[in-house]
């Protein structure tokens, strides 16, 4: 079915050979790039709940044990199918969330719990169609699903290494609904860097829902932290986080190594995590400008498509969320220079002005009390 093609298609990981030495040795540089132990003596997500929008979570993994709640089958509206346990899901919530357990793979926001929607299974092909007219698909499709009951069942992130070249109606809403209620929603922007388009046109087709305002669209990094090859770049871009050589947990168990936006964004939903921990009050807009506006390798023009306003620092990050909680206004990142500016004067209320009507009245009234005095000097001299 052509629908389910597009709205399930994902930014696949690219796996290499297992991890030779220690997992935490090989994770480290990753952990570095992104600050995550210093923002740690802040805080590590605890209380947060992060949607995993992808293949199923095994829930067995020893560094997830306990702190996956499986949600429906999102694929259908209907029938509540149980998937199997998925590769790429499993491995995205042990980058947000992996416990550490037995000195295993740790998690950006190791406190937080996962909240697994899967809405596809690994076998599913990774098949690319061109950008599609948005009346073309009407229904409401798994994704739309996905986010909903994602902010009707207490997450407070969304993570979404998923992606398809077309905006939908339904998922549109969607995500205005989880924005509306606070939902901070992640997404990758897709592994198109090197296709023949991008090559032609010097920018890479918009994915979605990374595509739809108001979400975080992540692009991958390697170890300079530059962007890597495969990375979309387009103005969905918000910032940039690792995605090269990433060591991630497996599904039942052991680790290998992943490369692709998928890694980034679900790195990017951890350090999100910690952020909603910190500040739960926070809107997503400030969240989005606390990761934008302290990001670390902030592009010479202050952004770009590749990776947007830089590489996530997370304790950086936490320290920016700490001056937007108690700020009167937001600032778009890389507008500073228009300024603070006033606060707008409150409107006046509609229909007459009690104090207008006075001094309107009482000039009236002194015009006419000039007036007739004038007439009578006028007639006195008259008679005299």
Known sequence: MLTAVRALTAALLVLTSPAADPVRDQQQWVLDALNIEQAWTVTKGE????????????????????RVTAGP???????????????????????????GEDDGLVGVAPGARILSLPMMTDDEPDTAFPPMEDDEISAESPLARALRYATNHGAQVVSMSIGSYGPVRSEREAVSYALGKGVVLIAAVGNDGQTDYAKEKGTSY????AGYPGVIGVAATDKQGKR????????????GAPGVEVPVVKRKGGYELSEGTSSAAALVAGVAALVKARYPHLPPEQVAQAL????????????DDQTGF??????????????????????????????QGEDSPVPTRPGPDPWRLWLY????????????????????????
């Not at 969320?321 to 778009?332: D, H, I, K, T």
């Not at 000039?370 to 009578?376: D, E, K, L």
């Open 47 to 66: 209380g947060v709940t992060v949607a995993v929008v992808d293949s199923a979570v095994d829930t067995e993994v020893k560094e997830l044990k306990g």
């Open 228 to 239: 890597a090859t495969f990375s979309s770049d387009n103005l969905s871009v918000l910032v």
């Open 73 to 99: 089958d999102m694929s259908s509206g209907a029938v509540e199918r149980k998937l199997p346990p998925g590769r790429h899901g499993t491995a995205m919530a042990g980058l947000i969330a992996g416990s």
């Open 310 to 339: 830089g590489v996530v620092d997370a304790a950086a990050a936490l320290n920016a969320a700490e001056r937007l909680s108690g700020a009167r206004r937001s600032v778009v990142p890389g507008m500073e220079h228009f300024g």
């Open 292 to 303: 934008a506006s302290s990001a670390r390798g902030r592009p010479a023009a202050g952004y």
């Open 206 to 209: 918009w994915s979605f829902p």
């Open 361 to 384: 009245g009482g000039g009236v009234l002194v015009a006419l009390i000039t007036f007739c005095g004038a007439i009578i000097v006028l007639n006195q001299r008259r008679e005299q």
